[in-house]
């Protein structure tokens, strides 16, 4: 049975930095490294995010879904003025979506004339838009995306405000998003969600699954960690997972239920 690591990352440290970042690896998270660890995790498929640090040339990305022999998918992140023959061209290279990745960024006005036609063209494409930002501003956020037909994956449990946690009113309004079928979350790196990170993803969980459903929620690795390297490594997340589901059947499902989304 298909099961799928809905996020990773790979680098190296000789590729082309963005001009405007908020951290840089000082080390490689190698191709092949990432593959043995989806083996030893027991999972047949893997989904690479272009990381934010090497911005709009997702051409590392390409090389890499390419290497794998259709094992892979990619999220790509584009300029907003990017035209369509070149988003075909990553269609082809297995990109399935862009990420918009709005920590600590101004949130962009969806509104206007380049994202207007880039959002028909992720829509034309069957593509996602894979978002990450504080859970305060998803849900205006998801339905300005879904007023434009596309379908949106909001990362790592959403990230309420860590000092609430569940009981975030930002949170319990992502929760009410799980009326669209539209809408998918991701069950990846807790310790994004504050020092209690874990505790957090304990209760959060079965109220995703119960306005989600099992079946529009995914997990990514998260792999590798980024700006917690010290703290995370792969094996240990995928043993959480275990522990956050510990019903196989469901947890298959869970592994399973993004297939179409990323056309494996």
Not at 84 to 104: A, H, K, M, S, T
């Given at each position: 049975m298909i099961s799928i690591d809905a996020h990773a990352h790979v680098f190296h440290r000789g590729l082309t930095l963005a001009g405007e970042r908020r951290y840089a690896p000082d080390y490689d998270a190698p191709l092949d490294r990432y593959l043995a660890q989806l083996d030893s995790g027991g999972l047949t498929h893997g989904v690479l995010v272009q990381p934010s640090f090497l911005g709009t040339d997702n051409c590392y990305l390409l090389s890499c879904i390419r290497a794998a022999h259709s094992r892979l998918r990619g999220i790509a992140v584009v300029d907003p003025t990017i035209g369509?023959?070149?988003?075909?061209?990553?269609?082809?290279?297995?990109?399935?979506?862009?990420?918009?990745?709005?920590?600590?960024r101004p949130l962009p006005d969806l509104d206007e004339s380049h994202w207007t036609r880039l959002l028909a063209n992720v829509a034309d494409l069957?593509?996602?838009?894979?978002?990450?930002?504080?859970?305060?501003?998803?849900?205006d956020l998801v339905t300005q995306l879904l007023d434009h037909d596309v379908t949106v994956v909001i990362d790592h449990f959403a990230l309420p405000d860590p000092t609430y946690g569940i009981a975030d009113p930002a949170f319990a309004a992502v929760l009410r998003l799980g009326t669209s079928a539209r809408v998918w979350v991701k069950l990846s790196a807790p310790y994004r969600n504050g020092p209690q990170g874990r505790a957090f993803a304990r209760q959060a969980y079965p109220l995703l699954r119960d306005a989600f459903d099992v079946d529009r929620l995914m997990w990514g690795c998260d792999w590798p960690h980024t700006q917690f390297e010290a703290t995370q490594d792969y094996a240990a997340n995928r043993d959480f997972l275990d522990e956050l589901i510990p019903d196989a059947t469901e947890r298959a499902r869970v592994l399973a239920a993004p297939r179409g989304l990323f056309r494996f």
């Open positions: 369509i023959e070149e988003l075909q061209r990553l269609d082809r290279g297995g990109v399935v979506g862009i990420r918009l990745n709005l920590v600590g069957g593509w996602q838009v894979e978002l990450q930002r504080r859970a305060a501003d998803l849900p």
